[in-house]
């Protein structure tokens, strides 16, 4: 059928001469889609807030031959303006739309769909802290698409532990006989928190101490990004620790 309907997230966007728009949206059926959007950016577009990037919508789409033509869009998840209100959430929303634009086909699953879905509304809602509902993102994402990281066993030779010894391009976790040296030490708790972030255990990533979240967000990032190939750019601008409180002055 040359129209189809399916629900989407909109990763990002691009101007098209005067008017129109090119959006790339992850969708729940039919992997990534990229799409002219015709008119949205003249004022009185019907839909063109609906297909701004972390907006979750219902959308009506015709088949081209290079890029379908968006028909029509019915909102379902408005998590744009809450995410861009607040740096936190901006910045970690970034990122997670970045992991999932560098999705392949075979990756942009339904399962990738909802879990990216999952972490736009948790953002929006401010359910736990930005930098923690990222790094949860990027491990699940990373174990959908087959790289889930080693965090008990040794990554390289299946020695039980725990170990101390944290190699992205080992696969994560390894033994004292495997690590290079240099290799980047971590704690048994830092550890227990990167499992938690996979497992979705959030009373214990909300009671983690700042070292270790801070500790966890630097080897999630640095895992993400050796098993993309390339850097997840928007990580740059993400904050590893608490803002610093303004100073306000009467």
């Not at 799409?35 to 004022?43: C, D, E, L, P, S």
């Not at 080992?170 to 290079?180: E, Q, R, T």
Request: hydrophobic fraction near 40%.
């Amino acid at each position: 059928m040359p129209t189809y309907r399916d629900e989407v997230v909109v990763l990002r966007t691009h101007k098209l001469g005067e008017a129109d728009r090119i959006v790339t949206l992850l969708s729940r059926r039919h992997g990534k889609i990229r799409a002219v959007a015709k008119g949205v950016r003249r004022t009185s577009s019907r839909f063109g807030a609906r297909l701004e990037p972390f907006m979750v919508a219902d959308v009506q789409l015709y088949q081209g031959r290079s890029l379908d033509i968006v028909q029509q869009a019915e909102s379902l998840g408005a998590y744009g303006a809450e995410i861009a209100t607040h740096y936190e959430r901006y910045t970690a929303a970034s990122a997670m739309v970045e992991t999932a634009d560098r999705l392949n086909e075979a990756e942009a699953t339904p399962q990738q769909y909802l879990l990216l879905v999952g972490g736009l509304r948790s953002l929006a809602r401010g359910d736990h802290a930005a930098r923690s509902i990222l790094d949860s993102y990027l491990l699940r994402a990373m174990a959908m698409s087959g790289w889930a990281p080693g965090l008990d066993d040794c990554a390289r030779c299946g020695l039980p532990g725990p170990h101390d010894a944290f190699v992205a391009q080992l696969g994560g976790m390894v033994c004292g006989d495997c690590a290079p040296v240099g290799s980047v030490r971590v704690d048994l708790g830092t550890t227990r928190l990167l499992q938690s972030l996979i497992a979705g255990e959030w009373d214990r990533v909300d009671a983690a101490t700042e070292a270790a979240t801070a500790a966890a967000s630097g080897l999630v990032a640095a895992y993400a990004q050796w098993h993309l190939e390339r850097g997840i750019r928007s990580l740059q601008h993400v904050r590893t620790e608490p803002a610093p409180p303004q100073d306000v002055r009467l």
